[in-house]
Every structure is written in C-alpha cells, then in structure tokens.
C-alpha cells in the first residue's frame, strides 16, 4: 500500500473562555492544527467578526477557520468553512447559498452521516467516540460504530469526544481522517504542550489510503 498523508487535528472552542483567552492559546497553537473551529453559541455575531479579526491579527490563517453555525459570517470574512449541526439550517440549503465554504455536519448515527452526505456536506464530525466530561451521562458510540460510518459514507470522517494523544492509533485504524479536540487542548494546563501532543499523534504516516480536508 501507499503511505497516505498525515491525519487532521481539528480543535474546538469551548465556550468557556473568553475571546482574549481563546486569540492568545490559538497563536501559539496553531501551528501545530489543520482546523480551529469557533464554536462560541452566546457570542453575537459581532463578537464572532471580531474573534475572526483578532485572529488573523495574531497570524492564524483564514484557510484554518471554521464558524460553528453562522454560514453568513463565515463566507463574509473569508474562513475556509461552517460547521452545521443538528439546530443548524439544512446542508444542502447552505451549501447552495455559501459555495465558497466547506461544509461539515456534525452527525451521530449513520442515518444523520447518510443524510448530510446526500446534501452535499465536504466533510463529517462524528461523535461522541469514547465517554467524555463534555458530554456527561453520553455514552461513547466506540470505534466499531466510527468504523460502520467510515466504511460506508464516502466523506472525509473526523471523530470527536474523549479522544486522548493516546487513542489516536485506533481511530486511524479505522480509517477516519482525523480528530477533533476540545478541553484537551484548550482547558489544558499547557495548551501548546497538548496541542504538540496530539500533533504528534496525528501526524503519523500511517498505511492506508484516503482524502484529506
């Protein structure tokens, strides 16, 4: 087989700092991230052109940002995507608005992965993989379930939930193209010592054929 590239690492706000604390982890971190996503639900929608502003100021590229929720924000100041979920407007309304934008779709089951495939998302976050303090009293869907979805949904798949530097290798192996993190890097006592970790986990060649994001 051929040696694929390295897996994503997606990283997630969350919620639970501010737009100061965010901007100054994100610089120092972004390096080492494919993806951060601003998923900020009680920010205004100027607050969130003002994260996007100060962002770029500090050097993280627009190509690196994705706006939870708000597809008018995001095509407005130029982020690379939107990520939808369940509350969101439908894919395939999005996606014929926003051409611009890739679009991801956070599902749960294989019917909701089936249905954002049909209308057109560009790539899936799927989750909760392992049981995780984010989601207390969820059950982890575990790697068979990851596994299920990979095989049968033909979009780039990134798993989230209580995935630790770790775990990485089994969720490679199931062929998903990556990971999303949230408190493990950014509530992390040392976020850009996180943030290397998981790099270096994810980053790996690995033996297996597939599509990046």
């Known amino acids: 087989m051929e040696i694929e590239k390295r897996r994503r ?41 003002e994260a996007v502003v100060e962002l770029t100021a500090v050097g993280v590229p627009l190509r690196k940002l ?3 929720d708000r597809a008018d ?11 939808l979920g369940h509350h ?23 019917q909701e992965a089936l249905l954002a495939y049909e209308q057109g998302a560009d790539f899936l976050l799927y989750g909760n993989v392992y ?8 059950k982890g869907k575990g790697i068979v379930n ?17 995935i630790t530097p770790g775990r990485v290798d089994d969720i490679v192996r199931t062929g ?9 890097i950014f509530l992390s006592e040392d976020p850009l010592e996180a943030a290397r970790a998981y790099y270096k986990a994810t980053h790996k060649e690995v033996k297996q054929l597939g599509e990046t994001i």
């Not at 924000?73 to 990520?83: D, F, L, Y």
């Open 176 to 184: 998903a193209k990556g990971i999303a993190v949230l408190s493990g």
């Open 9 to 49: 690492l997606h990283v997630i706000s969350t919620g639970q700092q501010s737009r100061e604390e965010l901007v100054k982890i994100s610089r120092t971190i972004h390096p080492y991230i494919d993806m951060l996503h601003i998923r900020e639900r009680s920010w205004t929608g100027a607050e969130l052109i």
């Open 88 to 110: 969101s407007a439908p894919v395939g309304l999005v996606k014929k608005a926003f051409p611009s934008l890739k679009i991801g779709s956070s599902v749960h089951s294989m």
């Open 66 to 68: 994705c706006i939870n």
């Open 146 to 162: 990851l596994e299920e979805i990979v095989l049968n949904i033909p979009l780039p798949v990134i798993a989230i939930g209580g």
């Open 73 to 83: 924000i995001a095509c407005m100041k130029h982020v690379r995507g939107v990520q």
């Open 131 to 138: 049981d995780t303090t984010s989601k207390p009293g969820k």
